[in-house]
């Protein structure tokens, strides 16, 4: 078998596509421009990266960008100061603090500050309560992106077995909670797991995102299985023509091999990432409709 590719780069296009669509009736219906504040603490290169990225998308659908760049040694009080200014905005209908922080900031007092109306990253304990209770919140953009995903691939997920390796606050958890909403048996396995291909193999649904590249072997995917690699890794491929060391991007599944077992796979890149961005403009607009009173964009939700 080999394995149907699932293109997010496309999707993600395409989602994006939707959210420009909602954003135009936004303004010429109501008057309403969403916008999205996007924090970002010292220069992680590749925090910057994203954080440009988010915030080209963002001017890309229509909607605000509003971008605060702090320094690396900004103290905790300056930083909670900045999200209480913007909770406070009203041209403001999404926040989100670039992940990870410097070492000398809390993380979950910094997320826990924020509105959790205007919390797009669905990381505020309230938004993860609601939706470990399946009630109406905002859903963190990665699990969203990958449930959008395995949805257009498989129609109804009801039913299925799947497994999620990782349990982390910002995939695993809330993944594992989306697919149990959409009524599959779930599987939180991760790193300490005993015999986890044997767990693996069960699963009619894989979301890897352990955090280890090329961890997922071929061999321990069912045949047929739907497989989304959420890892983005970056390991040595050698040396450049100059001698200057070469890097490769790689996921937590060895491709190649999980290829020619399963059903789809999502690459890395261009799979689950691509999907991340789109789906925190989705979360922006869906903040802006709920803050405004209005119906929320159909199919941009969990
Ligand atoms: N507050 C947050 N911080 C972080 C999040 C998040 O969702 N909220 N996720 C990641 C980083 N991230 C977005 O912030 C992100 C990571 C990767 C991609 C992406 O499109 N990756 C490409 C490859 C990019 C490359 O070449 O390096 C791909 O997979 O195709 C988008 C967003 C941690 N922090
Ligand atoms: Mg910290």
Redesign the pocket.
């Given at each position: 078998m080999t394995a149907t590719v699932i293109d997010g780069k496309a999707f993600a296009a395409k989602v994006r596509g939707q959210v420009a669509e909602h954003v135009a009736r936004l303004k010429e219906v109501h008057g309403i421009t969403p916008g999205l504040a996007v924090v970002l603490v010292g220069e992680d290169p590749a925090s910057q990266v994203y954080v440009r990225s988010k915030g080209k998308m963002t001017v890309e659908v229509g909607m605000a960008s509003f971008e605060h760049r702090l320094a690396i040694d900004t103290s905790e009080a300056d930083l909670l100061k900045v999200v209480h200014d913007l909770n406070n905005d009203p041209a403001v209908h999404g926040i989100l603090v670039q992940l990870?922080?410097?070492?000398?900031?809390?993380?979950d007092l910094v997320i826990n500050a924020i509105d959790p109306a205007k919390d797009v990253d669905g990381f505020h304990i309230s938004n993860v309560g609601l939706l470990g209770t399946g009630q109406k919140s905002m859903v963190p953009c990665t699990p969203l992106g990958s449930l959008m995903m395995l949805r257009d691939h498989l129609g109804s997920l009801s039913g299925k077995s799947a497994v999620v390796i990782g349990r982390s606050n910002i995939v695993g958890k809330p993944m594992a909670q989306l697919l149990l909403n959409d009524s599959c048996t779930v599987t939180i396995a991760h790193s300490r797991t005993a015999d986890l291909p044997s767990v693996v193999r069960q699963a009619d649904i894989v979301v890897a995102a352990v955090g280890r590249p090329q961890m997922v072997q071929g061999d321990w995917i069912k045949p047929g299985a739907t497989v989304i690699d959420v890892g983005i890794n970056r390991i040595d491929a050698g040396t450049k023509d100059d001698g200057s060391p070469k890097t490769r991007l790689v996921g937590d599944c060895d491709y190649d091999s999980c290829a020619a077992v399963a059903g789809a796979i999502t690459p890395v890149p261009g799979g689950v990432g691509p999907m991340t961005i789109a789906c925190l403009l989705a979360n922006t607009v869906t903040a802006c409709c709920r803050a405004n009173g209005l119906a929320e964009p159909e199919g941009l939700t969990a």
């Open positions: 990870p922080l410097p070492d000398h900031l809390d993380s």
